[in-house]
Nanobody, 125 residues
Framework: QEQLVESGGGLVQAGDSLRLSCTAS?????????MAWFREAPGKERGFLAI????????SYAASVKDRCTISRDNSKNTVYLEMNSLKREDTAVYYC?????????????????WGQGTQVTVSS
């Protein structure tokens, strides 16, 4: 069964950096999927952050985080990463990774075939 598991969240200080990981279960044809990160803050809709192509050849970011985020992937480890720096209190959210087979309307949470369970990131000032 295809499964995505996020890790790397926790309590951090404003200004810190963080790297989140999302690992797909063994046996999954990981490099067949375009991978993305979303986040959901309390009381807000789940919003798009970043996406990366199957071989890592292309990336795209939400304008709000473009200067502070880097998405990458290691297909040999079935893992996609999200690095964030200069964290702010407003980055506090549950962070999710998601997989889809094509690019399409990638900024919408619709169209993603698989989601992880999420990892909480809390930024304190």
């Amino acid at each position: 069964q295809e499964q995505l598991v996020e890790s790397g969240g926790g309590l951090v200080q404003a200004g810190d950096s963080l790297r989140l990981s999302c690992t797909a279960s063994a046996g999954w044809n990981f490099d067949a999927y375009v991978m993305a990160w979303f986040r959901e803050a309390p009381g807000k809709e789940r919003g798009f952050l970043a996406i990366i192509g199957r071989a890592g050849e292309s990336t795209s970011y939400a304008a709000s985080v473009k200067d502070r985020c880097t998405i990458s992937r290691d297909n040999s480890k079935n893992t996609v990463y999200l690095e964030m720096n200069s964290l702010k209190r407003e980055d506090t959210a549950v962070y999710y990774c998601a997989a889809r087979t094509g690019w399409g309307m990638f900024g919408s949470k619709d169209g993603y075939h698989f989601w992880g369970q999420g990892t909480q990131v809390t930024v304190s000032s």
